[in-house]
């Protein structure tokens, strides 16, 4: 008797949602970034004010911890570059 073997689940994805520019200056790129950060942190504090009270939100309470935390980091970094971009054209 053989045994049956299923074949291998297909991948629903096959390309990125999106790409990356290579010419991007590195600037954009963390004000991009930060942009998106501030999406999910934004996305996560409503639906935990949605579902006060309900079971589970800790986990959730925690990755918009660390999404606020990569915000300020992007925040950071982006005042830092302006920072320096200053002091080099004076």
């Known amino acids: ?6 074949d291998p689940p297909h991948l629903l994805i096959q390309t990125p949602y999106f790409s990356v520019h290579s010419d991007i200056s590195p600037e954009d ?3 991009h970034g930060a942009e998106l950060i501030r999406g999910v942190a934004e996305t996560i504090d409503e639906h935990c004010r949605l579902h006060a009270g ?3 939100l800790n986990t959730l309470a925690n990755a918009a911890y660390a999404a606020d935390s990569a915000l300020i980091l992007f925040q950071h970094a982006l ?12």
């Open 1 to 6: 008797m053989k045994k049956i073997v299923p």
């Open 29 to 31: 790129a963390i004000t």
């Open 54 to 56: 309900e079971p589970g």
């Open 79 to 90: 005042a830092t570059l302006s920072d320096e971009k200053g002091a080099a054209h004076e």
